[in-house]
């Protein structure tokens, strides 16, 4: 959250409020694997792809200013999603 710059109170008031019942119903299902293989898919497309270099480096990448800014909204949507999934494990487990 602080590379967002954003009060993590706030973030997460704003993202109760924008996941739609039919999201949350779509983000549930599947495996912890399945969740895996998703988010490692994103990332690859929404942000390795975008990083300098070919098939990866062993040296340290070193992102701009505007990195954090640029891609907060695929970090926020995977919060969102994480967010879901995590509650859904929990009440697995409590229920």
Known sequence: MQGLRRDPDAVAARVERQITPAEIGSWRNGT????ANET???????????????SGTREPVL???????REREVAERQL??????????????LT
């Open 32 to 35: 912890v694997e399945h969740w």
């Open 63 to 69: 992102l701009p200013e505007s990195y954090a800014r």
């Open 80 to 93: 969102e999603r994480a967010s879901v999934r995590l509650a859904a494990l929990l009440n697995s487990f």
């Open 40 to 54: 490692f898919s994103v990332a690859s497309v929404a942000i390795y792809a975008k990083l300098p270099g070919q």
